[in-house]
Nanobody
Framework: QVQLVESGGGLVQAGGSLRLSCAAS????????VGWFRQAPGKEREFVAA????????YYLDSVKGRFTISRDNAKNTVYLQMNSLKPEDTAVYYCATGARATTRGYGYDHWGQGTQVTVTS
């Protein structure tokens, strides 16, 4: 079983950048696809980005395309979400999750981290 810990969240002004990390332990991380999701107060959880086990396939929410980049370093058991040109509407708790294959569907992921808060001020 894999355990996931997100980090890198924080408070940033609109237009700024943050890099989130999802560190994994407990299993062979390189076997898994990883997805990033977010949930804002009063809203449903929303897919943000996903990456296949090899890094060869990536998916993005339309509203983050060109601003966010997902990547992974299997040697470090870590997946990253580089977030540039942040907007107030990006404010949410961001979660990473692992699954058998990259998908935009939350039910495709088995293990979830505890989340990291991202707050973007205008």
């Amino acid at each position: 079983q894999v355990q996931l810990v997100e980090s890198g969240g924080g408070l940033v002004q609109a237009g700024g950048s943050l890099r989130l990390s999802c560190a994994a332990s407990g299993d062979t991380f390189s076997r898994y696809a990883v997805g990033w999701f977010r949930q804002a107060p009063g809203k449903e959880r929303e897919f943000v980005a996903a990456i296949s086990w090899s890094g060869g396939t990536k998916y993005y929410l339309d509203s983050v395309k060109g601003r966010f980049t997902i990547s992974r370093d299997n040697a470090k058991n870590t997946v990253y979400l580089q977030m540039n040109s942040l907007k107030p509407e990006d404010t949410a708790v961001y979660y990473c999750a692992t699954g058998a294959r990259a998908t935009t569907r939350g039910y495709g992921y088995d293990h979830w981290g505890q989340g990291t808060q991202v707050t973007v001020t205008s």
